[in-house]
């Protein structure tokens, strides 16, 4: 199984502060994720001024009050995002952000950042998602809120924009429930595989539900991205921080899902080199139930057994019954091929 490629969801759960978004990037890399990531926007170019909040914006931001109200005072400038950049830069780790608007891909571009990802509030989006393909670089697409002919529609007008390159960039679709937190009565983790095969595409998932087991679940069903939103405290106020991991699911998190990686493997049924040892002492061969002389043809009763596995094998039982032995075989000791001096099979 290759990496799975982990993606820390900052979002807005920097509040609108810069010294609050590089503790983040420190949470997102020292739980050993490979980007952490945020959103751009310009709240003028995104939403009127009188659009709703979502119910669960209302419920975890105690106020009802508009989207481009809570949304100005999220916005990071220019200045802000070149220097999350370049902190990511020297923590190490994958700086990504969520562009919601054209000005922001350009902005976003010019940083140097090299995999977009689109949300899924913007699969309809036509000159957003053309905006974004027309910088060529790796696409990452998510697809809450969507049926299977939206998402092939999206994914078209992505390799419409990138007809005639050589070297096509990547597309990763992510399975998605746009809902904060998701359930998981509702998150319907075989439509991600079906997602993939459909199209053709690496995909994953974008977890909103509680925890973690979904996100582990998703890699053992061969997610190749995992998303997931995480917070410096669920304590803290803003729409997103309730559905979030706190640093040290989030480091629990990272570990699950490389543990998960090991333990795929290349699907070919076998011991491993650690089992050869348990398997000397855990599996049984057959044992002299009494002492058997040097001669003495073998009876039923003179047989049993017994661990360990050091002589003939159980299978051949009925094969050593009416042998001859060729030395005196002692009582609870394995009875091995050189014992016998004819049998009725093959004996190993």
Same mark, same amino acid.
């Given at each position: 199984?290759?990496?799975?490629?982990?993606?820390?969801?900052?979002?807005?759960?920097?509040?609108?502060?810069?010294?609050? /978004?590089?503790?983040?990037?420190?949470?997102?890399?020292?739980?050993?994720?490979?980007?952490?990531?945020?959103?751009?926007?310009?709240?003028?170019?995104? =939403?009127?001024?009188?659009?709703?909040?979502?119910?669960?914006?209302?419920?975890?931001?105690?106020?009802?009050?508009?989207?481009?109200?809570?949304?100005?005072?999220?916005?990071?400038?220019?200045?802000?995002?070149?220097?999350?950049?370049?902190?990511?830069?020297?923590?190490?780790?994958?700086?990504?952000?969520?562009?919601?608007?054209?000005?922001?891909?350009?902005?976003?571009?010019?940083?140097?950042?090299?995999?977009?990802?689109?949300?899924?509030?913007?699969? =309809?989006?036509?000159?957003?998602?053309?905006?974004?393909?027309?910088?060529?670089?790796?696409?990452?697409?998510?697809?809450?809120?969507?049926?299977?002919?939206?998402?092939?529609?999206?994914?078209?007008?992505?390799?419409?924009?990138?007809?005639?390159?050589?070297?096509?960039?990547?597309? =990763?679709?992510?399975?998605?429930?746009?809902?904060?937190? /998701?359930?998981?009565?509702?998150?319907?983790?075989?439509?991600?595989?079906?997602?993939?095969?459909?199209?053709?595409?690496?995909?994953?998932?974008?977890?909103?539900?509680?925890?973690?087991?979904?996100?582990?679940?998703?890699?053992?069903?061969?997610?190749?991205?995992?998303?997931?939103?995480?917070?410096?405290?669920?304590?803290?106020?803003?729409?997103?921080?309730?559905?979030?991991?706190?640093?040290?699911?989030?480091?629990?998190?990272?570990?699950?899902?490389?543990?998960?990686?090991?333990?795929?493997?290349?699907?070919?049924?076998?011991?491993?080199?650690?089992?050869?040892?348990?398997?000397?002492?855990?599996?049984?061969?057959?044992?002299?139930?009494?002492?058997?002389?040097?001669?003495?043809?073998?009876?039923?009763?003179?047989?049993?057994?017994?661990?360990?596995?050091?002589?003939?094998?159980?299978?051949?039982?009925?094969?050593?019954?009416?042998?001859?032995?060729?030395?005196?075989?002692?009582?609870?000791?394995?009875?091995?091929?050189?014992?016998?001096?004819?049998?009725?099979?093959?004996?190993?």
């Amino acid at each position: 199984m290759k990496k799975v490629f982990i993606i820390a969801e900052a979002g807005v759960n920097h509040n609108g502060s810069l010294a609050a /978004a590089k503790k983040l990037i420190d949470a997102a890399a020292a739980a050993g994720c490979d980007a952490v990531k945020f959103q751009t926007f310009i709240a003028e170019k995104i =939403t009127s001024r009188d659009a709703p909040r979502a119910s669960y914006q209302k419920k975890n931001t105690g106020s009802s009050g508009s989207q481009y109200e809570m949304l100005k005072k999220l916005e990071l400038s220019e200045k802000e995002h070149k220097a999350l950049y370049a902190y990511c830069r020297r923590k190490g780790i994958i700086f990504m952000s969520t562009p919601f608007d054209e000005e922001s891909v350009g902005m976003l571009s010019g940083l140097g950042m090299g995999i977009f990802k689109i949300a899924s509030g913007e699969i =309809t989006n036509k000159p957003l998602i053309e905006r974004i393909a027309s910088e060529r670089r790796p696409v990452i697409l998510s697809t809450g809120m969507s049926y299977m002919g939206e998402v092939e529609k999206a994914v078209g007008w992505i390799r419409s924009a990138w007809k005639g390159l050589k070297n096509k960039p990547r597309i =990763t679709v992510l399975h998605c429930v746009s809902d904060y937190p /998701a359930s998981f009565a509702g998150l319907n983790l075989p439509a991600m595989v079906a997602l993939g095969g459909k199209l053709g595409l690496p995909f994953g998932l974008s977890d909103h539900t509680p925890g973690i087991e979904a996100s582990v679940a998703a890699c053992a069903l061969g997610a190749s991205v995992i998303e997931k939103h995480f917070t410096l405290s669920r304590k803290m106020k803003g729409p997103d921080h309730k559905a979030s991991l706190e640093p040290d699911e989030l480091s629990a998190l990272v570990k699950a899902v490389r543990n998960i990686e090991m333990a795929m493997g290349d699907g070919v049924k076998r011991p491993t080199a650690a089992e050869q040892a348990t398997k000397r002492v855990a599996r049984k061969g057959i044992t002299a139930a009494r002492d058997i002389a040097k001669g003495a043809v073998i009876r039923e009763q003179d047989l049993c057994v017994k661990r360990p596995a050091a002589g003939i094998a159980p299978e051949h039982l009925r094969n050593v019954i009416g042998s001859r032995a060729r030395t005196r075989i002692k009582k609870d000791s394995a009875v091995r091929s050189a014992h016998i001096m004819r049998s009725r099979g093959t004996i190993r």
